[in-house]
């Protein structure tokens, strides 16, 4: 065997290994269920029917409570997250972005719109203010809107898309059809143009250049880049001055949601615009998120790498696997969260709203991707 031949094979030995593990452990799992249903002991041990309220709580259990238990005062939110103030009376305040190319957001919720010669492209239609932006276009120019470009398939960044009137043409990544075909839902119109990897579209003398990056938030969810502008428009990635919004923002794919965060802060913007919060971002916000990524993955590989299984658990529980990782998993989770609380609780709005979810989605992640 020559030295290639010889790396090769210890690889694939290693990952026969690892494979064997992973199928004595469901093996093992799946015994201690049999055992369990053989027995009967979790079912019979003392005829109860419903949990029994415990009446302490974990071990060095987090100042911020978990989830499911009421904070009277979430955490002051840093004045660095913050951004411009919306006026009530309007319900919505418009940037401008340069060259014709507008962010309109309610502070909670953003989209975009390109004003060309002949007509304005829409990006996106939350339908949170969706019917302000034919307003908001109007103050600007008499052109029609004659594009709409979803970034992806959610309701709450495109279910505003009727709002608009008219019938301009819808463009998405082919995933975004898919799963709109699947959603059948009248307020989201299905795209008229749909693409796989890239589309750039050139209305006038504007151009935006549309591109699929893979899987991370979900399928289908786009990049969108002015270059004229330099503005880079990604939704639900990166939250500038935040916390991601609950288990990283749904993240279908944790690792790859880490991965596109880190792409869009090697790649040539000046001003990203997120889809949600205040204001738009920077390349100082992304390394911030970044940073914070790899520390709650830190956070969670360590405290599922110390934890004992099964401590303080009731005992006549043991025959319940269920049982047993919740009690094994809520104390990791609270490790996590007790790691990352001093360096991160002033530095990132609504820290407290959700840091236990990262926890949670990040010891998951760690466990089963």
């Given at each position: 065997m020559n030295e290639r031949q010889v790396?090769?094979?210890s690889i694939a030995n290693s990952q026969k290994t690892?494979?064997?593990?992973?199928?004595?452990?469901?093996l093992c799992l799946i015994a201690v269920i049999i055992g369990g249903c053989v027995n009967?002991?979790?079912a019979q041990s003392n005829g109860s029917t419903s949990p029994t309220p415990g009446k302490e709580s974990y071990p060095n259990m987090p100042a911020i409570p978990p989830i499911g238990v009421k904070i009277s005062k979430y955490l002051e939110v840093p004045s660095s997250s913050l951004g411009p103030a919306i006026d009530p009376a309007k319900g919505y305040r418009v940037q401008d972005l340069g060259s014709g190319l507008y962010m309109i957001t309610d502070n909670g919720y953003q989209s975009m719109f390109l004003v060309y010669d002949r007509g304005v492209v829409v990006m996106d239609a939350p339908p949170s203010f969706a019917a302000h932006i034919p307003e908001a276009i109007a103050k600007i120019t008499d052109k029609p809107i004659t594009h709409l470009i979803y970034s992806h398939s959610h309701a709450d960044h495109i279910g505003g898309a009727k709002a608009l009137g008219g019938h301009p043409i819808i463009i998405a990544h082919a995933d975004t059809l898919r799963l709109l075909?699947?959603?059948a839902d009248p307020n989201r119109p299905l795209p008229t143009i749909s693409f796989a990897d890239k589309y750039k579209l050139r209305v006038g003398n504007q151009v935006l250049d549309l591109s699929y990056h893979g899987n991370a938030h979900e399928p289908g969810n786009i990049f969108i880049y002015a270059p004229s502008q330099r503005v880079l428009m990604v939704i639900d990635v990166v939250f500038p001055g935040w916390m991601p919004w609950?288990?990283?923002?749904?993240?279908?794919?944790?690792?790859?949601y880490f991965t596109q965060v880190e792409e869009i802060g090697k790649m040539d913007w000046d001003t990203l615009v997120g889809g949600h919060v205040a204001r738009t971002g920077t390349h100082a916000d992304v390394q911030i998120q970044v940073e914070f990524d790899r520390d709650v993955k830190d956070a969670a590989t360590k405290a599922l790498a110390t934890t004992t299984l099964g401590v303080g658990l009731n005992s006549a529980d043991k025959l319940n696997p269920w049982a047993v990782f919740d009690n094994?998993?809520?104390?990791?989770?609270?490790?996590?969260?007790n790691t990352l609380t001093p360096k991160w609780s002033n530095k990132l709005g609504g820290f407290d709203v959700y840091i236990w979810d990262q926890c949670y989605a990040m010891e998951q992640s760690l466990r089963i991707e």
């Open positions: 790396r090769s094979a690892n494979l064997r593990r992973h199928q004595i452990a469901y009967g002991a979790y075909k699947r959603a609950r288990r990283f923002a749904l993240a279908q794919d944790i690792p790859a094994y998993i809520d104390r990791v989770a609270a490790q996590c969260v």
